[in-house]
C-alpha cells in the first residue's frame, strides 16, 4: 500500500494507492491542497479514483466536489450525508475497493450524524470520531454525544488494538497511535461509563470554528466558498498595479476609462481624478448606456479590490474584452497618500 499523510494545519488527508494497480483514493481532501494531492499521487504513478470525506466537516473546506469533478473521480460519503455531490454511497459494513485495497466503511455516528471510519489492513481512519488524544465534538450539527459513546465504546475500541489510528484532525501534530494507545492514554475515553461520558462531551464549552457556516454551506450544498469566487474571477482578469495608475493620472493621461464602482457616498468622500461612477450594484443595467464602446481599456477600481475583480469578471463576460482591475483598491490608494478629488 502506498500511504501519505498530507496535514493542512490541524486538518488531515491521506492519500493511499494499491501498489498493483496504481489506483488511488483521497480521505478528507481540503480545498488547499488540491495540486498537492495530484502532485503526489504522479509522483507515484497512481490515479486518483476516489475521494472520500469521512463526514460533513464544519472547520474546513472539502476539496471532494473539485477534485471529483476535475479528476473524473467518485466522491465517497455515507449513504446519509447531505452534499449532493456525492455518487457513491456506503451503508455500515460496506466495503469499497480501490484496486486491489479494501476499505471497510463503519457508521460511527456522534461527532455528526453522518460520521463513518474506514478499515484497510493495519489502519483505522477515524475521522472526527476519534482523535489523537481525544474526540470530535459534539456540539455542532447533527452532533449527538450518546451516539458517540456507542461509536466509541461498541465499535471503534472493538476493533483490533493494533490497528494505526489516522484522524481527520491532529492539532498537536502527534502524527500517528494505534487503537490500544488510545485507550490507555486518551483522556476523554477514560470516561466509560455513558453517562458520565454525555456530561463531559456537553460541558466541553469549545469555541465554535472559523468559517462554521461557511463550511457546512459548501460542504452540505456543493456551492463555492468566497474565496474560489474571487480566485475564479481573478484568474479570468488582468490587473494593472497603482503605481502604474498613480504616474498615468499625475501626468494627465489616463488614457482609460477608469470604473469606479463603489457606492454613491464613498464615491463623492473622494476618488481618483477622472473616474467614472458606475455602482456595482447597478453596472449590469446601466452597462450599454454609460460603456458604450466595448473596444475600449477599462480599468475597475472599488474600495479592497475585492468587487472590482468581480465588476471587470463580469465586463469581460459581458465582451468588454479590455476590462482589467486595479491591483489595490481605494483604501491602499489613500494609505499610500495618493490624491483622491471630491468634484
Ligand atoms: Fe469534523
Known sequence: MIFERIPTGGCQSYLLGCSETRAAIVIDPNLAQIDHYQGVAAREGLRIRYVLDTHTHADHFSAARELGRTLGAHVVMNRISPAPYADFRLSDGEILRVGN????????????????????????????????????????????????????????????????????HDYKGAGESTIAAEIAGNPRLQKRERAAFVEMMTHLNLEAPTHLTEALRTNMSGGKTVSQLLADAAA????????????????????MILLDVREKDAFAAGHIAGAQHLPRGQLELRVNKELPD??????????????????????????YTRAAALDGGINAWRESELPLVTD
Open 294 to 319: 466595448p473596444t475600449k481599456r477599462i480599468l475597475v477600481c472599488c474600495e479592497f479590490g475585492k468587487i472590482s475583480t468581480l465588476a471587470a469578471a463580469t465586463l469581460r463576460e459581458l465582451g
Open 101 to 168: 485495497l479494501r476499505l471497510k466503511a463503519l457508521a460511527t455516528p456522534g461527532h455528526t450524524r453522518d460520521s463513518m471510519c474506514f478499515l484497510t489492513e493495519d489502519r483505522l481512519f477515524t475521522g472526527d470520531t476519534l482523535l489523537i488524544g481525544g474526540t470530535g465534538r459534539t456540539d455542532l450539527p447533527s452532533g449527538d454525544p450518546e451516539a458517540l459513546h456507542d461509536s466509541l465504546f461498541n465499535v471503534v475500541l472493538k476493533l483490533n488494538p493494533a490497528l494505526k489510528v489516522h484522524p481527520a
Open 236 to 255: 479570468t482578469v488582468p490587473f494593472v498595479a497603482m503605481d502604474d495608475l498613480s504616474k498615468r493620472v499625475a501626468d494627465g493621461a489616463l488614457d
